[in-house]
């Protein structure tokens, strides 16, 4: 928006200095035809004052009297010299101080335009909520990559100061208290702030359990939504002890769905399940030495650890197949159904039916419209080489389901169907204009600036009423032998310098 504001200003200016240019021009013309007009046909009288005496003389003689109007003749000298003398137009003194506030102006401008176009980066010091471990830090350091990258459209980089977050719960209290600016968080995240506003959808989570092959757990038998479960953990088990449950811990939304979950199942915490707090890599070796049975995330499918023991059969861990989905559905928030497709993991890798909802880019609602807008528009445009930086991304709208606000920034840019013109071509617009306003700048300078004395035309000008020719040579203008041209003998000659008036107009004054 800054810049735009800039390049109307410079347009404005340099219409208003074309304006000014056109109505010199007239008044120009103007003088040339008067001039024109006036001379005299015969070309062989000289001008001269038809009153009594000259009207200085009689100013001098006696103020009171009121000096006679003068007839419109035209030295015939100076009707040579127009015709053979082009006109050229030359600054008095405010014209001049004029045109230097112009050109004055008009470098501003340039300048201005020149800065905002080739160095546009400003640091913003925002300051991330980065979980400790999980796919969140690392899609937050592929973000900050992607902003930071060369060639960024973006008007601004990112200077990270990061906040140690728990997960989607403890990173959404940290921008609503005004701790962090950005983070990411699951949109199911069922908390309400004012503070707090999302910007875009950046990839898709889904819901897989993970056990060890040679013990598998039986989802599909647990969930009749009672605690008379024909299917007793335990039982299944066969070990008479509750279920031992590795997710992430208190303060991530993924600690809340789990235990959702696991109730809809019939589950009751403590008699039949206890949760162990790990993350995705400690998760996957506490199930290889049997410290926990069961482990559930909710995670991108491109996650490395995922891709790592799904791959690979050898490890001896497998995905357990979820039951009862219609239910989750219905009891889970901002969830859907969702398949991964057989072989995403490995050539061993089975499809998996389960249920997803999206990672959320967030900010504080506090946070400028203008650096929003720019963020969620690289997003939107570059979603292709953000891929590059993290292969799971999918960059989308946030959606109705999401119970956190969209970022007015964000919504200008969903709004819009096309950028339009000037944004499109904003930075080279940018240049045309500072280009155009300095070289209007040096024409106001140098029009400004010409020498009245080095202008064969300077003292031809434009005053109200009457029209000026050039003035005759100190040597003429001593007495009244002059203006008889008696001198130097050549007569006529010492009227050639007198202003000429127009019928009905007052002589200049002495």
Known sequence: MRQIIILLASLVACFLFLRYLQREADKHRLATDGHAENDDPSGSQAAQWTGPEEPAAALEADPSVVPPVARPVVASRAKSWARSEPRKWTAGPRSRRALD??????????????????????????????????????????????????????????????????????????????????????????????????????????????????????????????????NDPATTLGRGRPVRVGCFGPGSQT???????????????????????????????????DRIDLAMFIVSKENSVLRRVLGDPAIGISANVIGHLDALLGRLSGYSPAEIAPGHFGPHSKSISTISTNATLVCAASLEDRIVAALTTDLVENSNELADWYSGSKISEPSADTKIPTHPGAQRVYGRNDPGFIERHLGPLQLLAAAVSALLAVVSLVVGHRSPAADPAAGTAQNGHRTLIPAPRREERRGPA????????????GDAGREVHDVGARPPGP
């Not at 968080?185 to 092959?213: D, K, M, W």
């Not at 008699?271 to 162990?276: F, K, N, T």
């Open 482 to 493: 002059s203006r008889a041209g008696t001198s130097d003998g050549n007569e006529g000659e």
């Open 101 to 230: 506030g112009l050109a004055a102006l008009l470098i501003v401008v340039s300048t201005a335009l020149v800065a905002t176009t080739i160095d546009r980066v400003e640091v913003q010091p925002l300051r991330l909520a980065v979980p400790l471990g999980g796919e969140y830090r690392v899609f937050m350091d592929a973000l900050k990559g992607f902003l930071n990258r060369e060639g960024s459209p973006s008007d601004f980089r990112v200077a990270t100061e990061v906040r140690e977050s728990q997960g989607s719960v403890d990173t959404f209290k940290q921008i609503g208290t005004g701790v962090a600016d950005l983070g990411v968080v699951q949109s199911n995240t069922g908390l309400a702030s004012r503070q707090v506003r999302a910007i875009s959808h950046v990839f898709p989570e889904y819901l897989i359990c993970l056990s060890r092959s040679d013990h598998p757990i039986d989802l599909v038998g647990w969930g009749c939504g009672g605690p008379a479960c024909p």
């Open 255 to 289: 600690y809340e769905d789990v235990q959702i979950i696991l109730d809809l199942y019939g589950l009751v915490r403590a008699r039949d399940y206890v949760i162990v707090a790990l993350d995705y890599a400690s998760a996957i070796d506490a199930l290889l030495i």
